[in-house]
């Protein structure tokens, strides 16, 4: 629904996150009312689960980071301090298997380990401390 030829708010916003890729789903319906996208019937859109991103943001940044060699930012990458903890160690295992058994096995160690890692992180349900911890 636009408003003078205009996007609402939510469909803007909705239209700048799927641009950032596909770690964000769910808006199909940002530029209808949420009570109006309830009563239509629709289904409601399909959500990650907060270890199935932890793991897929995770592995995507640690690659990134063992090809360039060097680590950046948490933050600029969008990550949390204990999803960057995890990534340091994801990493440094990464390097390590790389060079015994090539970047194939350095790939799949890190989605082991990402998964692992997040899934452990996740078990109790969100991490307590607040949402950058």
């Given at each position: 629904m636009t408003t003078r030829g205009h996007l609402s708010w939510g469909a803007a916003l909705c239209g700048a996150?799927?641009?950032s890729g596909p770690l964000i789903?769910?808006?199909?319906?940002?530029?209808?009312?949420?009570?109006e996208a309830a009563a239509s019937g629709a289904p409601s859109p399909p959500t990650?689960?907060?270890?199935?991103?932890?793991?897929?943001i995770v592995a995507h940044w640690s690659r990134e980071?063992?090809?360039?060699?060097?680590?950046?930012?948490?933050?600029?990458m969008g990550l949390s301090n204990g999803q960057y903890e995890i990534l340091i160690a994801v990493v440094d295992a990464a390097r390590a298997e790389r060079k015994r058994h090539g970047s194939a096995a350095a790939?799949?160690?890190?989605?082991?380990?990402a998964h692992r890692r997040c899934a452990d992180r996740h078990r109790a349900g969100e991490p307590t401390g607040g949402p950058w911890s």
């Open positions: 996150l799927l641009l789903s769910g808006c199909a319906d940002a530029d209808r009312p949420a009570d990650t689960a907060p270890a199935d991103l932890c793991a897929r980071v063992l090809d360039s060699g060097t680590y950046g930012d948490y933050q600029s790939g799949r160690l890190i989605d082991h380990q």
